[in-house]
């Protein structure tokens, strides 16, 4: 049997890649980080992490504890419910970015209902910043959004790699400014391509402004130009661009749950453990 708190810690390295930031989420000290690695290690009887001085990446049998591991804390948690009875009751304020919208994100929260049906929620769905300035307006509870790498506060749910998307088989041509489809400023992956390019003192054209998610996907679709997805939230419409197309990387984004300090704690707490055992709900 493996411990739920030693899973929790797995996980919270898994998603990080880091013990310094895993010790963070947690709130516990990084040597307790690294016991309680090694205490899994030994239960599993297996490597889990290889790591250095500055990197820290899954093995194959990491990976694979995983799924396990999500799957392991979600029964835990399923049945704690059963046994001790649903008492929750309240209201809950959600908020999700419209592409976590598209993923199985849906799915947790319709559980989540069926479990508690006393909990009266409450789903907005808008883009990160607009999020941002409602839960810290009081007007949230729990949003669970995009934020640029290295701002802190929340619990990182995982950190992706922006990428650059298109429909099937799409070329570009570089001796022309690059054509995009971004969301309306502000916007983190706009801002993310904007930079990028300038950067590489590539020229471009913002060929359509969008308000949601599925405006980017039909306008990319149509062959209006690129979109930035985060890898994991690349709809099933389109496709990554290889790095061949010569287009610059675009960085990391993390995907992070924040809580209003002033929400019923107890309804707050059971949908964030819910995610975060889930692990991240990409397709």
Not at 19 to 35: D, G, H, K, M, N
Request: net charge positive.
């Amino acid at each position: 049997m493996y411990p739920p708190e030693l899973l929790r810690t797995f996980l919270a390295v898994s998603q990080s890649l880091s013990f310094t930031r895993a010790a963070e989420l947690l709130e516990i000290r990084q040597p307790t980080v690294s016991q309680h690695i090694r205490k899994l290690e030994e239960l599993v009887g297996r490597t889990l992490f290889v790591r250095d001085t500055r990197t820290v990446r899954l093995t194959a049998d990491g990976d694979a504890l995983t799924g396990f591991a999500r799957t392991i804390l979600a029964a835990q948690e399923q049945a704690v419910d059963y046994f001790t009875g649903s008492g929750l009751t309240g209201r809950l304020r959600v908020g999700v970015t419209d592409d976590l919208a598209l993923t199985p994100l849906p799915k947790i929260l319709r559980q989540f209902r069926q479990a508690y049906p006393r909990v009266d929620l409450d789903l907005t769905v808008a883009q990160s910043p607009s999020l941002h300035r409602r839960i810290e307006s009081g007007h949230l509870d729990v949003v669970f959004v995009k934020r640029g790498v290295g701002e802190r506060g929340g619990q990182l749910v995982r950190r992706d790699r922006l990428v650059w998307a298109g429909p099937e088989g799409a070329r570009l041509d570089l001796e022309h400014p690059v054509p995009l489809v971004v969301y309306r400023a502000p916007s983190l992956t706009r801002s993310a391509a904007i930079t990028a390019l300038e950067g590489a003192g590539m020229t471009y054209r913002i060929d359509c402004t969008v308000r949601g998610v599925n405006g980017v996907i039909a306008a990319v679709r149509a062959g209006l130009g690129i979109g930035i997805f985060a890898r994991s939230l690349i709809p099933e419409e389109l496709v990554e661009l290889p790095t061949k197309t010569g287009l610059p990387t675009l960085g990391e984004i993390d995907l992070v749950l924040l809580t209003n300090p002033h929400a019923e704690s107890a309804p707050a707490a059971t949908l964030v453990t819910a995610i975060l055992a889930s692990g991240h709900p990409s397709h």
